[in-house]
């Protein structure tokens, strides 16, 4: 349970970050190897979907 737990922590914040990242720029995304439609689906995944 305390490994979900710490996956789902981790999802959120990542997908966070990618918010983030995408208004401040669509480079930063560029710069992490994501396209920008790549980074707006993993923004739409609920935290417990890997």
Sequence with gaps: ???TLAAWIARHRYRRDLVRQLELGN???KD???TLEQALTEIRK????A
Excluded: S
């Design 1 to 3: 349970m305390h490994n």
């Design 27 to 29: 480079h930063l995304v």
């Design 32 to 34: 992490i190897g994501l």
């Design 46 to 49: 609920p935290f417990w979907r």
